[in-house]
């Protein structure tokens, strides 16, 4: 063993390589981003969608259709639906509230009762919208449609 070959134990010394720190960090001169072009510049940032000048997929593709951004989203429960969900829990009124707890809406949606499907009970339904099916169907067996 001599001066010259001695060396840490395996593993102990980490250290960090400094870049961009000249010739005698081992990465002088470029500090390793190659040479010229746009990615060796400092403040480089790749844009999104950027295809080397080539025209962008979501410029090529043409654009069609209109959103309204007033559209009113409901969730639509058929009568048959409510009428399992009664036979199941042994319910005597339909509210937004029970429909969320039995997971049948989200937390924000707004209801709207549609006419497929019949009841075979009397029972008080109370939602954001009905159709006219599904409001004749539920005052047919003496139930009320109140809307919120």
Request: aromatic residues 4%; glycine residues 14%; contains cysteine.
């Amino acid at each position: 063993m001599n001066l010259n070959n001695l060396t840490p134990a395996q593993g102990s010394v980490k250290k960090e390589k400094r870049i961009a720190r000249g010739q005698g960090s081992g990465h002088g001169g470029t500090s390793t981003r190659g040479h010229k072009g746009q990615k060796s510049r400092s403040g480089y940032s790749k844009k999104i969608g950027f295809e080397g000048g080539q025209m962008p997929l979501q410029r090529r593709v043409p654009k069609f259709g209109f959103k309204n951004i007033n559209r009113v989203e409901y969730k639509a429960i058929n009568l048959d639906i409510i009428q399992s969900l009664i036979e199941r829990k042994n319910l005597t009124e339909i509210t937004p509230d029970i429909l969320r707890d039995n997971g049948i809406i989200s937390r924000n949606d707004l209801v709207k009762i549609l006419g497929r499907g019949e009841l075979k009970g009397k029972i008080n339904v109370t939602a954001h919208k009905f159709s006219d099916t599904a409001k004749a169907g539920i005052e047919a067996q003496g139930g009320v449609c109140s809307e919120i």
